[in-house]
């Protein structure tokens, strides 16, 4: 079991997508360039074969800010989105009303 302490050390903040694009050489990785307010983030996340990077701009979503970076297919990702996995396929998660970038869950 997860102690509050522990959910407290998790920096989830709401980020929105500025740009997406695909990662050459993949089929899943999409490339998102995040806006969280105080500063602007790369992320790689495993979500190409249900969104078109097109639809994705403007999109709020919630991400863990304080990930510790990690590189994949040569690129630096530098959190991680949050969504849900429905047999095997990912729904991302976004509030019903717009939120400052930034904007801490708790």
């Known amino acids: ?6 959910f407290q050390k998790l920096a989830i903040k709401i980020g929105t ?14 490339k998102l360039d995040i806006d969280l307010g105080h500063e602007k983030r790369q992320i790689l996340a ?5 969104y078109d990077p ?12 304080n990930l510790e970076p990690r590189m994949l297919m040569g690129m630096e990702s530098q959190g991680m989105i949050l969504a849900v996995d429905v047999n095997g396929e990912p729904f991302l998660l976004s509030p019903d009303k717009k939120v400052a970038n930034g904007s801490k869950i708790s």
């Not at 079991?1 to 522990?6: L, S």
């Not at 495993?46 to 249900?50: R, S, T, Y």
């Not at 097109?54 to 800010?65: M, N, V």
């Open 1 to 6: 079991m997860a102690t509050i302490d522990d």
């Open 54 to 65: 097109k639809d994705l701009k403007g999109k709020q979503i919630p991400i863990l800010a």
């Open 17 to 30: 997508i500025r740009k997406a694009e695909k990662v050459e050489g993949s089929s899943k990785l999409l």
């Open 46 to 50: 495993g979500i190409g074969e249900k």
